[in-house]
């Protein structure tokens, strides 16, 4: 969800040398090991994930050079909107620990694309998983 929430932000996403492939750092000294290229040690989940990211922010203008607004948040839920232009995309993401069913104020009988999935989604009820992110391009 964090890779996700910073991908989608407006401006540079930041991917610290190791943190596609799951290194971990301490603090001072020990912050950062030199790069792992070991690659049996290696998250692969992860560094597909951040690919599957870096792909959507490079085919979207709107992940790209849109503006950024947020819609709504509460405790364990946040949803943001990317817009450039024609393109609208929402970004949805919940950091608790089960479902959250979010209705979007104002979006409601809206529809789009579910830029992971490649889904049809209906905006009136998005279902977030569990420290989860849902990216939805919004059809025009």
Not at 10 to 17: K, S
Not at 123 to 132: A, D, E, L, T, Y
């Amino acid at each position: 969800t964090a890779f996700a929430l910073m991908v989608t932000a407006e401006g540079a996403p930041m991917v610290y040398d190791g943190d596609e492939i799951g290194m971990t750092g301490f603090n001072d000294p020990d912050c950062r090991a030199c790069m792992n290229w070991d690659q049996t040690t290696w998250n692969p989940d992860l560094m597909d994930w951040i690919t599957t990211l870096a792909k959507l922010r490079k085919d979207n203008v709107a992940l790209r050079r849109g503006t950024e607004a947020t819609i709504q948040a509460s405790e364990d839920t946040i949803v943001r909107s990317r817009t450039h232009q024609d393109q609208q995309i929402l970004v949805l993401a919940n950091r608790g620990s089960s479902p959250a069913t979010i209705t979007v104020a104002g979006f409601t009988s809206r529809t789009g694309t579910e830029l992971i999935t490649g889904r049809p989604v209906e905006c009136s009820q998005i279902v977030v998983p569990p420290r989860g992110v849902r990216l939805v391009s919004l059809d025009s």
